[in-house]
Nanobody
């Protein structure tokens, strides 16, 4: 099993910044993709950004240019720097990781518990 613990959410005004962190721990052989998703009230969970083990990144169009995802492989940690925040960025942000427990087994997908980000107008 792998645990993902998120931190860094909170309340910020429009135009402000927040930095989310997510640390993975447990039975980790290696981690492939790490990413952030979000879910606003009454909406489906959506992709925000992902980063592969080779640091290649992918962003949703709505956050490209404002958000930046990065990872520290030595710490099994992924970060999301969020700048120029807008009220429509308000959501619960979830960390996701695709992790291998050993060399031979297929990867498992894990989710964090979520952290609330609220952007006031």
């Amino acid at each position: 099993q792998v645990q993902l613990v998120e931190s860094g959410g909170g309340l910020v005004r429009t135009g402000g910044s927040l930095r989310l962190s997510c640390a993975a721990s447990g039975n980790i052989f290696s981690i492939d993709t790490m990413g952030w998703y979000r879910q606003a009230p009454g909406k489906q969970r959506e992709l925000v950004a992902t980063v592969f083990s080779d640091s290649i990144t992918n962003y949703a169009g709505s956050v490209r240019g404002r958000f930046s995802i990065s990872r520290d492989n030595a710490k099994n940690t992924v970060y999301l720097q969020m700048n120029s925040l807008k009220p429509e960025d308000t959501a619960v942000y979830y960390c996701n990781a695709e992790s291998y427990s050993d060399y031979y087994s297929p990867p498992n997908n894990y989710w964090g518990q979520g952290t609330q980000v609220t952007v006031s107008s």
